[in-house]
Nanobody
């Protein structure tokens, strides 16, 4: 069965950095769309970064553009989210997600949760002011 396992979360002060990893098993990173989402208490799950098959197309939410970088480490079969200049409002549970292979992504839906079929359990990020 497909498994996505996030790691790298933690507590950091505002302005700091964290790097999240999503290790995949029974699933090939780079074979189809993957994305990072986050959800803070009482808020809807928000898509923040998506990367296409092969990494040719990358999309960011405005809330993280210029601060976060999504990438694929195919040698480790891992999806990465490098987060810089963190703000308290970045505090949330962070999830990686993967789309089922062979299913085309509808343009405009790259950061929408229903576009993805596989989810990790999440890793908590807390940013203090």
């Amino acid at each position: 069965a497909v498994q996505l396992v996030e790691s790298g979360g933690g507590s950091v002060q505002a302005g700091g950095s964290l790097s999240l990893s999503c290790a995949a098993s029974e699933y090939t990173v780079g074979s189809t769309w993957m994305a990072w989402f986050r959800q803070a208490p009482g808020k809807e799950r928000e898509g923040i970064a998506g990367i296409s098959r092969g990494g040719n197309t990358i999309i960011y939410a405005d809330s993280v553009k210029g601060r976060f970088t999504i990438s694929q480490d195919r040698s480790k079969n891992t999806l990465i989210l490098q987060m810089n200049s963190l703000k308290p409002e970045d505090s949330a549970m962070y999830y990686c997600a993967g789309k089922r292979f062979g299913i085309a992504m509808t343009p405009g839906n790259e950061l929408k949760a229903p576009s993805y079929d596989y989810w990790g359990q999440g890793t908590q990020v807390t940013v203090s002011s």
